[in-house]
């Protein structure tokens, strides 16, 4: 839950602050006995005080020192030019808005950090939440799809050809890709590279776009375990990293993050216990949303691999949404800034708030992407689903026989799964889907566009 900051507590601190005249360090506050807090909790309440406009740090050597905004004074003006630039940014909780302000410090105003594992330690699935019950609420309401109760991942395959262009496009883009909504188009569609791209931009996207695929369609298989999250990695990673060998596998070397003062762990035997931590609590988690919601905050912050966490996060957080059928998060519209932002307030603070600000407008964006797509979804058809794979093999058993799809050719290929009283009913689905098979969806069945082609040349004769 998010830190009820006391305004007394507040009122106390900027009192401390007043006794120096000449600006007081952070050092110097944790040595006051007035301060009988810890340094994360007077970090987070020096940062309450700088959102606010009460105390400015100001930087003199290798120190920031904190000096009260006298009554009246215009000392706070810069922040609000700042605000009024027009960075585009997501609505901010006041705690959001806190983490923004510390984070938005010079590097050498912000105390260096390490992984906390009483971080992890304070979490305990389906009893603590990131997300509140109201908001989880929202969220289920804006995310439901109208094959909510069909098997795992139907909604995301049936907008499949949106998702990846969304998808790649976006996430590719809060690591600074450049490439256009359209050239992923044009890239995803139809293999055209963009001109002037480089070779690394390409590769980024196209890893996107397996890496989606392999979610969406191996969806009966994929969960939030170990080996789906290294296999996702070994998908995004592919081509990008200077040591192939660190593909698809935990780091066994120090990392350090850019424009952070956060130091993952080092060593490899603690990443790989705590990797598998954290994907066994996050396994445990019931709600879709708030397992989401884990999996973006823990994997970057471990930093199990020795590159593209984050990518690996933004995906994996789609994982229990598509396997709930509920709309997925594309990240659209997403600012890069307040996303670094909200992620270096996890790195160097270990608090969720402006993440959570970025995830509910991400999510909210995303939902508006697809409410067109989802209204113009057909209900699924349950007898088909109920015998999706029996109709795979049916249609592949008689395509690789080269017999024409007559009713008797249908009922002498009946698998032995198909119900007495459904067989009827079957083999009118079988004729149907030979009716719209051609060389182009024989994929759907197992079967290749030549060997179908192969096929309706012998049966045409």
Same mark, same amino acid.
């Given at each position: 839950m998010p830190k009820i900051v006391v305004t007394s507590d507040l009122d106390a601190l900027v009192q401390c602050i007043s006794d120096f005249p000449d600006g007081v360090s952070l050092d110097m506050l944790r040595a006051s006995p007035r301060n009988a807090v810890s340094a994360r909790t007077l970090q987070r309440r020096l940062a309450d005080l700088v959102a606010q406009g009460r105390i400015v740090p100001q930087r003199e050597w290798r120190n920031v020192k904190y000096r009260v905004v006298p009554a009246g004074s215009a000392v706070a003006l810069p922040a609000l030019a700042a605000t009024a630039s027009g960075e585009p940014y997501v609505p901010l909780s006041p705690a959001g808005a806190a983490i923004k302000a510390y984070v938005r410090q010079p590097l050498q105003a912000r105390r260096p950090v390490g992984y906390s594992t009483d971080f992890l330690n304070a979490y305990h699935p389906n009893a603590t939440w990131y997300l509140p019950e109201k908001l989880r609420g929202q969220l289920h309401a804006m995310g439901r799809s109208p094959v909510d109760?069909?098997?795992?991942?139907?909604?995301?395959?049936?907008?499949?050809?949106?998702?990846?262009?969304?998808?790649?496009?976006?996430?590719?883009?809060?690591?600074?890709?450049?490439?256009?909504?359209?050239?992923?188009?044009?890239?995803?569609?139809?293999?055209?590279?963009?001109?002037?791209?480089?070779?690394?931009?390409?590769?980024?996207?196209?890893?996107?776009?397996?890496?989606?695929?392999?979610?969406?369609?191996?969806?009966?298989?994929?969960?939030?375990?170990?080996?789906?999250?290294?296999?996702?990695?070994?998908?995004?990673?592919?081509?990008?990293?200077?040591?192939?060998?660190?593909?698809?596998?935990?780091?066994?070397?120090?990392?350090?993050?850019?424009?952070?003062?956060?130091?993952? +762990?080092?060593?490899? @035997? *603690?990443?790989? #216990?705590?990797?598998?931590? $954290?994907?066994?609590? !996050? /396994?445990? &988690?019931?709600?879709?949303?708030?397992?989401?919601?884990?999996?973006?905050?823990? +994997?970057?912050?471990? @930093? *199990?691999?020795? #590159?593209?966490?984050?990518? $690996?996060?933004?995906? !994996? /957080?789609? &994982?229990?949404?598509?396997?709930?059928?509920?709309?997925?998060?594309?990240?659209?519209?997403?600012?890069?800034?307040?996303?670094? #932002?909200?992620?270096?307030? $996890?790195?160097?603070?270990?608090?969720?708030?402006?993440?959570?600000?970025?995830?509910?407008?991400?999510?909210e964006r995303s939902c508006q992407q697809y409410l067109a797509v989802r209204s113009q979804l057909v209900p699924p058809d349950t007898f088909r689903l109920r015998y999706r794979l029996a109709l795979a093999e049916t249609v592949r058993a008689i395509v690789q026989s080269d017999h024409p799809a007559t009713e008797t050719v249908v009922r002498s290929h009946l698998p032995k799964s198909v119900a007495a009283e459904d067989q009827a009913r079957f083999v009118q689905l079988v004729g149907d889907e030979f009716k719209s098979l051609h060389a182009g969806n024989a994929v759907r069945f197992g079967l290749r566009p030549l060997e179908f082609s192969a096929w309706l040349k012998i049966t045409s004769k």
């Amino acid at each position: 839950m998010p830190k009820i900051v006391v305004t007394s507590d507040l009122d106390a601190l900027v009192q401390c602050i007043s006794d120096f005249p000449d600006g007081v360090s952070l050092d110097m506050l944790r040595a006051s006995p007035r301060n009988a807090v810890s340094a994360r909790t007077l970090q987070r309440r020096l940062a309450d005080l700088v959102a606010q406009g009460r105390i400015v740090p100001q930087r003199e050597w290798r120190n920031v020192k904190y000096r009260v905004v006298p009554a009246g004074s215009a000392v706070a003006l810069p922040a609000l030019a700042a605000t009024a630039s027009g960075e585009p940014y997501v609505p901010l909780s006041p705690a959001g808005a806190a983490i923004k302000a510390y984070v938005r410090q010079p590097l050498q105003a912000r105390r260096p950090v390490g992984y906390s594992t009483d971080f992890l330690n304070a979490y305990h699935p389906n009893a603590t939440w990131y997300l509140p019950e109201k908001l989880r609420g929202q969220l289920h309401a804006m995310g439901r799809s109208p094959v909510d109760a069909a098997p795992a991942g139907t909604f995301a395959r049936d907008i499949l050809g949106r998702l990846l262009i969304d998808l790649s496009w976006a996430s590719s883009r809060l690591e600074g890709n450049t490439y256009s909504r359209l050239d992923t188009e044009r890239l995803i569609q139809f293999g055209e590279v963009a001109e002037g791209k480089d070779a690394l931009e390409t590769q980024m996207i196209l890893n996107h776009k397996q890496a989606i695929e392999y979610l969406v369609q191996d969806s009966q298989r994929v969960a939030v375990n170990a080996d789906t999250v290294i296999a996702l990695h070994a998908l995004l990673s592919d081509g990008l990293l200077a040591d192939p060998l660190a593909c698809g596998r935990l780091r066994h070397t120090a990392v350090e993050i850019g424009g952070s003062v956060y130091r993952p +762990l080092a060593l490899p @035997q *603690p990443i790989e #216990d705590l990797f598998g931590i $954290v994907l066994g609590m !996050a /396994a445990e &988690i019931e709600d879709a949303f708030e397992q989401s919601f884990f999996l973006m905050v823990h +994997l970057p912050y471990l @930093q *199990p691999f020795l #590159d593209v966490n984050k990518r $690996v996060s933004r995906l !994996a /957080a789609n &994982i229990p949404l598509v396997a709930a059928n509920l709309s997925p998060l594309s990240f659209i519209d997403v600012p890069e800034r307040a996303y670094v #932002d909200a992620m270096l307030g $996890v790195y160097e603070m270990c608090q969720v708030d402006l993440l959570r600000d970025v995830f509910v407008q991400a999510y909210e964006r995303s939902c508006q992407q697809y409410l067109a797509v989802r209204s113009q979804l057909v209900p699924p058809d349950t007898f088909r689903l109920r015998y999706r794979l029996a109709l795979a093999e049916t249609v592949r058993a008689i395509v690789q026989s080269d017999h024409p799809a007559t009713e008797t050719v249908v009922r002498s290929h009946l698998p032995k799964s198909v119900a007495a009283e459904d067989q009827a009913r079957f083999v009118q689905l079988v004729g149907d889907e030979f009716k719209s098979l051609h060389a182009g969806n024989a994929v759907r069945f197992g079967l290749r566009p030549l060997e179908f082609s192969a096929w309706l040349k012998i049966t045409s004769k």
